[in-house]
C-alpha cells in the first residue's frame, strides 16, 4: 500500500505541475506517464523500501525449497532483488483459531505447541540469513543495522511477532523474544477469542 501511495501521490503532483507550469497545450498522457514513472522510480532506488509483514511457512525454509529460489511465494529474494525490496518484516504469526478445536487449547499443552511454533519461525529466519544466503540478507534488530546493512547493498531481514499467542501466559517470553530479534509485535483481534490478552 505504501507503494501504491507513492505513486498514486506522484501522479496527482506532476498533474498539478504539468497542468500549473502555463503550458497552452498539456503533454500527452504517454509523456506525463514516463515522468511520473521515471521519478517514481528515482525515489524507489534512493529510499529503503520496507514491507512491514510477510507471513511465511517454515516449509520453505529447507535446504531443499528456500527464499535462494524463485518460488511460487509472493516474496523470496529473485524478486526482493528484482522489484527493488529492501527490507522486510518477517511475520512471526501463529494464530488460535485453529488451535481452539485442540482440546488442549488455551492449556500448558496447547500454549507449549504455540510457543513451539513460533520458535520454528525464528529459526527459519535464521536459517536464511546465516544458512541460506549470508551473502545476500542479513537479519537487522536496530534501525542502524538496517543502514548498515543497506549500504553493504545486502536484503534486510527483520523480525516481527504478530499476534501474543505464543506468550501464553508467560509475560517474560516478551523478553525472551525480543532477544530472539523480535523488533516488533502487535496485538491481534481476528476472531480469536483469547487473542491479545
Ligand atoms: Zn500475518
Redesign the pocket.
Known sequence: MYGYGIFAGLAIASFIWLSGCGASKPLPVSVTEDLTMKKAKEIHERIVTLDT???FTPANFTDQRNYTQRLDTQLNLPKMFEGGLDAVFF?I?VSQTREAQNPDAFMPAGYERAYKAAIEKFDAVHRLVERFAPDKIALASTAADVKRIHAAGKKIALIGV?NGYPLSEDIGRVKEFCATDGNGMDYRRSDDRLSSR
Do not use: A, K
Request: charged residues 35%; proline residues 0%; glycine residues 0%.
Open positions: 509483514h510477510v507471513d511475520s504469526f504478530e
